[in-house]
């Protein structure tokens, strides 16, 4: 079953209080306290924090992955309408079809004794193509993500192909069930700046052309500030700030947010002193202003 979404009433993604509770060793956790957010055609919403602040958590419970027997959830999740939350069945219906995850590591994510093609075809079968459709699919698919020569590609195992490439890889077979919302989860953070800047550009050209929705979760400012519509900086578990991207990084309302963009290093000036100062050298790298990200 796939779900028809209209373009302009109804969301791709409305969460509403969504609440995630863990059940621990030592007690029962709640990762997640009450969000909520939307994401409608063509919209990037970015999810924004430290190191367990609960983005990534947020994005797995969306996407329905977090383990019956470990996470209590209430709240609301809905995917075109339907509330995944209420019908436990509809999100096994749509992940990998309407709504597909961008992994974060390319090096863990495929299974290293299974070539790209096999892995990428597998994920097209499921989405409902035959044998034949998928072989061509595929090769269309790696065209898109701009991998060149893929048929040959297809041959290929993970390890016989680069980071960025395996990123290419994964956002393919996101794509192979012709999404409308892609779940990126930190999906450049494995790569080097250059690379990155490749990735979220091959993101960005998909969605102008597709019209596809991303949750991006990122820890990474810069990452945010290019990419996003709007931004959620998360603490604890719950949103201290949201607004449209350029107004949370460039006049933030919250401490937290402040000190989060002032703890992003700086490139000062290379300019030789002339005369050490008297703490030694002058430093090539300075805080960054609340005002900057870089």
């Known amino acids: 079953m796939v779900f028809p ?13 969504l609440q995630v509770e863990l059940i621990t060793a030592t007690g029962v956790v709640r990762a997640v306290d009450g969000v909520s957010f939307v994401i409608r055609r063509g919209e990037t919403v970015t999810l924004i924090g430290e190191s367990g602040s609960g983005k990534s958590t947020t994005a797995m419970g ?6 019956d027997d470990l996470a209590v959830m209430s709240g609301s999740v809905k995917v075109g309408g339907v509330d995944l939350l209420t019908d436990r069945s509809a999100a096994g219906r749509i992940r990998g079809r309407m709504v597909s995850l961008i992994p974060q590591d ?8 299974h070539t790209v093609g096999a892995q990428l075809k597998g994920a097209i079968r499921l989405a409902g193509h035959s044998k034949a459709a998928a072989e061509r699919r595929a090769v269309e698919l790696l065209e898109a993500v701009r991998i060149p020569q893929p048929a040959e590609q297809l041959r290929k ?21 012709h999404p409308v919302l892609l779940v990126a989860d930190e999906p450049t953070s494995a790569l080097d700046v250059t690379v990155q800047a490749g990735i979220l550009d091959l993101l ?9 929705g991303i949750l991006m979760i990122t820890h990474d400012l810069g990452v945010a500030r290019l990419v996003s519509d709007r931004i959620h900086v998360m603490r604890g578990g719950r949103f201290v700030e949201s607004g449209e991207a350029e107004q949370v990084v460039d006049a933030p309302r919250e401490d937290y947010t402040r000190r989060l963009l002032a703890a992003v290093p700086q490139l000062g000036p290379m ?24």
Not at 62 to 67: A, D, I, M, N, W
Request: glycine share 8%; charged share 10%; net charge negative.
């Open 62 to 67: 969306v996407l329905q992955l977090l383990p």
């Open 106 to 113: 390319p090096m863990t994510s495929l299974s290293p004794v």
């Open 271 to 294: 300019d030789t002193p002339t005369a050490p100062s008297p703490a030694g050298a002058t430093a090539v790298v300075h805080e960054a202003s609340p005002g900057g990200t870089r």
């Open 5 to 17: 979404i209209p373009h302009d009433t109804v969301p791709i993604l409305e969460v509403t209080d």
């Open 204 to 212: 960005m050209e998909l969605q102008e052309r597709t019209g596809i």
């Open 157 to 177: 195992y993970p390890h016989q192909l680069s980071g960025g490439m395996l990123q290419r890889v994964l956002i393919a077979i996101a794509l192979a069930g």
